[in-house]
């Protein structure tokens, strides 16, 4: 394996050498997780039923937790993204038909992005959703350069700047809320009710653990620390990205069991509470003019610094199956198209972000089962390949996951969704 002098392992051996430092890759990913996708799912959820489904958010940032660790720890041993991986794995058709899936799931993630900070353009400033589209995408652009121009640390720290705007627009709220916690805590036991709940469950996981993530954090990782054949180095690296991960997760974990308890408090039973727009009036109805506005900057984060990662995790999905390196802006210019098509038709936005995530949920096993099996394999991970328990429970995650998507399928074929 070469080694890419980002992070040496002089550097990682040095008494000096800071954690802080290391973070950063896992942040990038984790933007994934706020996206307006899971604005559209856990309002709806909360709006809804209330506290029900806070136990579906909690399994799966947990379920995020080991993914995205195991994503990056390929990328960090064998110097190669899973979509290198898989590419030079399988023949020439194989490699169209996956890489067709994955830019579906791309596809699907910037709509739900764009879509997200349109509406919040047109809650702060009133500006039609066509033009909102416009915009985001011109700033997504700018936010791309930077990694073009500067490298990854940069675009890092922009990313983990928007993180903290989304993390106060959207929690912010809670202080002025009536939550109960008593029922949060009977939230945490899992149970539906009915067919809805199941279609919201999908969508909600579907816009926590996000297949572009799990492709792009093996390449991220693996450009942040480089990669080396001094295995204490390699640990030493696992042992920062697990930290890294694992805060990361939290806070987007933390924003996302926020919003859906925001709008168990405060939207239960408030007419239009099933579109963004009607939920943003409704917080500010009922929680006063600064969080609505709060709440719209956050969304607007959101958006741009989830459109901008999705871009870039598309550019890495198809430079390692298809061996094709578009420019990112170039990449982003065409891959807003198909957004800005669904604003100016009229669709319903909300409605095409709930059923974004449902995709994703769908495309979520095609990109976890490979990575579980990679990672488990001794002949290309050598000693840092999953132990038992680690792939008894990276395989529980997936069954789990599969289990749901064919009660959303069942549920979406026979009309009961």
Known sequence: MTFLPQVSARALRSPETRLVRLLGPAFVAAIAYVDPGNVAANLSAGAEYGYLLVWVLVIANAMAVVVQYLSAKLGLVTGRSLPELLGQRMPRLGRLLYWAQAELVAAATDLAEVIGGAIALQILFDLPLLLGGVIVGVVSMVILSVQNRSGQRPFEFVVMALLSIITIGFMAGLVVSPVSWSETAAGLVPRFEGSRTVLLAASMLGATVMPHAIYLHSALARDRHGVSNDSGGVRRLLRATRWDVGFALVIAGSVNIAMLLLAAASLPGVAGTDTIEGAHRAIETALGPLVGVIF???????????????????????????HVSIPLLARRAITLIPALIILAVGVDPTMALVLSQVFLSIGIPFALIPLIWLTSRRALMGTFVNHLPMRLVAWAVTGAIVLLNVLLVYLSVTGRG
């Open 296 to 322: 719209g900057i956050g969304l607007l984060a959101s958006g741009l610094a989830s459109t901008s990662v999705g871009c870039y995790a598309g550019a890495v999905i198809m430079k390692g199956l298809l």
